[in-house]
């Protein structure tokens, strides 16, 4: 009988492997195999050359530090039954499997669902497949279980997700900020009245950890440029769909039909599930010498890194100073007045890194529980970074 139990050399955490069957046979599975095919930055590595690591990198990372908190776990005598080890690891390897192309750059582009969404559906999906086996995980990653300290491993403020993009992150962007003791922080995680806490003596690497998130955020997740090709990328997308519901994008691909099956509120997710982020690329490929000239200009921007302007501002940009900047694309580039949409970006993005009502809880030799920023100097239990943009070409060639 072929042996399943594979090692896999991470860069990250070495030589990993697991104990149970069943992940090895959802790794296998075509749904999660798609995830190699998912960067886990987007197009972040447009700003980051070595940011090309992917969503099924991540997961196994994610796997390995559950495997780890569980074991932590049962050393200091919380019983975890081996049902709950195998479900809380297989929610926690399936958790980003509802990812589309390129992360969360397109998210709402495709669907209006969440991935966390779509990572459900999937999950109910594959749960047929293995004929129920997945129950007790999907209760588990829907945080409906009794043992709510398992819910919190795969998400809340101090879950093992964080902990392996935070270190993923850092190591491919090359980003030092974004290190974390994540083995310590394991070491010092316990459970208390069926809630994930930390022992006081780990409050310290938590500081860190919440820095570095922070951090990681300003530097990397919502760097100007990503921003801005985030954006480009989503305008090429919009103007796509619409050319295909006027009729004037005729070829068939998995884009087409899922724009199809979702105007008819028909089942997607086989659909959804063949998009991957080579499917964008040839996309944009494709459209370089389109003769729609939207589509054409923006393909070339985005293919051959022509991003761009981008004015960012933490405060709220005046509409007067909008409009300025308005007229002066549309007078450079001369554009008609529909084309302005796909020019002229404007939005916000607001990200909280850490939230008061899931504040992350630190307990003391005494049994008393406090949350962190009870500890901490200077620190605030709800921080936002906000980010209003203005993105505009930074050339001519809109014509050619």
Request: proline share 2%; net charge negative; aromatic share 10%.
């Amino acid at each position: 009988m072929k042996n399943k139990k594979k090692l896999f050399n991470d860069p990250i955490y070495g030589l990993i492997q697991f104990e149970e069957e069943i992940l090895y046979e959802l790794i296998e599975h075509p749904y999660f195999q798609r995830l190699r095919r998912i960067s886990q930055l987007g197009l972040s590595n447009y700003v980051y050359p070595g940011a090309t690591h992917s969503r099924f990198q991540h997961a196994l990372g994610a796997l390995h530090l559950m495997s780890k908190a569980l074991d932590t776990l049962t050393r200091k005598g919380i019983e975890i039954s081996k049902e709950e080890k195998e479900a809380s690891k297989i929610a926690i390897l399936l958790h980003d499997i509802g990812h589309g192309p390129y992360s969360h750059v397109l998210e709402h582009t495709f669907l209006k669902e969440s991935h966390e969404d779509i990572s459900l559906a999937v999950m109910e999906k594959l749960n047929k497949t293995f004929n129920g086996r997945l129950d007790l995980a999907i209760s588990i990653f829907k945080g409906t279980y009794e043992k709510k300290y398992l819910s919190q491993l795969v998400a809340s403020e101090l879950d093992v997700d964080r902990m392996d993009y935070l270190n993923r992150d850092s190591f491919y962007t090359g980003v030092a900020e974004g290190v974390i003791g994540y083995d310590r922080i394991l070491h010092m995680i316990n459970v208390h009245d069926n809630q994930l806490v930390v022992e006081e003596k780990g409050k310290y690497s938590i500081e860190k950890f919440l820095i570095a998130r922070r951090l990681m955020y300003s530097q990397v997740y919502l760097h100007k440029t990503v921003i801005a090709i985030d954006q480009m990328l989503i305008s090429f997308l919009q103007r796509y769909n619409e050319q295909y519901i006027l009729g004037k994008t005729l070829e068939n691909n998995n884009f087409t039909l899922l724009f199809d099956l979702y105007a008819q509120k028909l089942p997607v997710i086989d659909t959804f599930l063949l998009l991957d982020d080579v499917d964008v690329m040839q996309l944009l490929k494709s459209k370089m010498n389109d003769e729609d000239p939207i589509l054409r200009y923006l393909s070339r921007c985005i293919v051959n890194r022509h991003i761009f302007n981008i004015y960012l501002s933490e405060d709220e940009i005046s509409s007067d100073f909008i409009q300025e900047c308005r007229q002066k694309v549309v007078t450079r580039l001369k554009l008609e007045k529909d084309e302005i949409t796909y020019f002229f970006l404007t939005g916000v993005e607001k990200i909280k890194t850490h939230i008061s009502k899931d504040e992350i809880c630190i307990i003391d030799k005494t049994k008393n529980v406090k949350p962190v920023s009870d500890y901490l100097v200077n620190f605030s239990s709800e921080i936002s970074i906000n980010k209003n943009y203005i993105c505009f070409p930074n050339n001519d060639y809109f014509r050619a």
